[in-house]
């Protein structure tokens, strides 16, 4: 099983970004799809997540109403719409396939089964 994380890259404060993330190996229609961040020096964070056929979301308040996490299983892709990019939003970003006994909304490392190879998003000021 792979997640291959893309889209990431260098962008002004209040600008936009589109994360993708494409699973290989498996379909993941059964499982809840997160994003994660981990910015230099602090620990990994739950960014969002995305039911499994797509009709619900849930966001950390630090990106609520900035960013949008949408899914298309006939790709097995999740993505990552970012806007309105904040300098404290630069970090690596990750994908993740959450456990499918996992409660909703799982917000939890250990929630997760599989973890993509993360994306630098870098935003300047």
């Known amino acids: 099983v792979q997640l291959q994380a893309s889209g990431g890259g260098l962008v002004q404060a209040g600008g936009s970004l589109r994360l993708s993330c494409a699973a290989n190996g498996r379909t993941f229609s059964r499982n809840v799809m997160g994003w994660f961040r981990q910015a230099p020096g602090k620990e990994r964070e739950f960014v969002a997540v995305v039911s499994r056929i797509g009709g ?3 966001y950390a308040d630090s990106v609520k109403g900035r960013f949008t ?3 298309d ?3 097995n892709t ?3 719409q970012m806007s309105s990019l904040k300098p404290e939003d630069t970090a690596v970003y990750y994908c993740a ?3 499918e006994e996992s409660m909703w909304a799982p917000r939890r490392e250990y ?3 599989y973890w993509g190879v993360g994306t630098q ?3 300047s000021s």
């Open 121 to 123: 998003v870098t935003v």
């Open 69 to 71: 996490i949408s899914r």
């Open 78 to 80: 999740v993505y990552l």
């Open 73 to 75: 299983n006939a790709k």
């Open 56 to 58: 619900i979301t849930y």
């Open 111 to 113: 929630e997760y089964q």
């Open 97 to 99: 396939v959450a456990r």
